[in-house]
């Protein structure tokens, strides 16, 4: 191997080091932040929570067993309501087996709810919600929501209560800022992309308690998970 390969490769070294370094320098000052920000609200933080990976299932999560991990979890009262928030990530490989390892990253958040069926919406952008693991597709036969937002849910009468013209008519002022969101039975969770930072969990849990707020007198009545 010539002297100019050997450079080359000293190089390559060099860089990704210095890339593992800054890396996880910026993750430990990320830890440092969140554990700030949670013990001013009075709420906890761990850096890892490994129970959590397999917790809840549909999108974004990956069917165990899966490289993923609960990382950067956050726990506390908002608003009267339980308030669980993480970083979901897992690493993929391209499938060529030469591409470089890509690190997925969604921030997730859950609020404890009654049983319920499970029940998925989101605005439709032509994905199914098939990752919502189960459940039929249901029109509320208002054109005008049916158009914008894709609903699954095991039970039709449930998801029919839920969605009463409050709560569409409140979907359909902001169809971005208030789905995908995802009753899985005993949590309320929303979830989205990227790294958790604090703003990044308040802009997802207060539609979450928004909606619950706003769910018809009586949604819990009958409803089983």
């Not at 928030?85 to 390892?101: L, V």
């Not at 098939?130 to 894709?150: C, K, L, M």
């Amino acid at each position: 191997m010539s002297g100019g390969v050997m450079a080359l490769l000293a190089i390559a070294v060099v860089i990704i080091i210095a890339i593992t370094v800054m890396s996880a320098a910026a993750e430990r000052e990320r830890a440092r932040a969140l554990r700030v920000w949670a013990g001013g609200r009075g709420w906890g933080y761990a850096r890892e929570r490994p129970e959590l990976a397999d917790r809840f299932a549909g999108a974004p999560f990956r069917r165990a067993p899966s490289n993923a991990r609960a990382v950067h979890v956050l726990w506390g009262e908002h608003r009267g309501h339980r308030v669980l928030a993480y970083e979901y990530t897992y690493i993929t490989c391209g499938q060529d087996g030469r591409s470089a390892p890509t690190t997925h990253r969604f921030p997730v958040v859950a609020v404890p709810t009654p049983p319920t069926p499970l029940l998925g919406v989101r605005a439709d952008t032509g994905r199914a919600l098939s990752e919502s693991r189960g459940g039929n597709e249901v029109r509320v036969g208002e054109p005008g929501f049916d158009e914008v937002f894709e609903v699954r849910c095991q039970d039709e009468a449930f998801a029919r209560v839920l969605l009463d013209e409050r709560v569409r008519t409140w979907l359909l002022g902001d169809p971005g800022g208030r789905a995908p969101f995802r009753f899985t039975g005993g949590h309320l969770l929303a979830w989205g992309e990227g790294g958790m930072e604090p703003e990044v969990v308040m802009a997802m849990v207060d539609p979450l308690i928004d909606l619950l707020e706003l769910a018809p007198a009586g949604v819990w009545e009958g409803a089983r998970g």
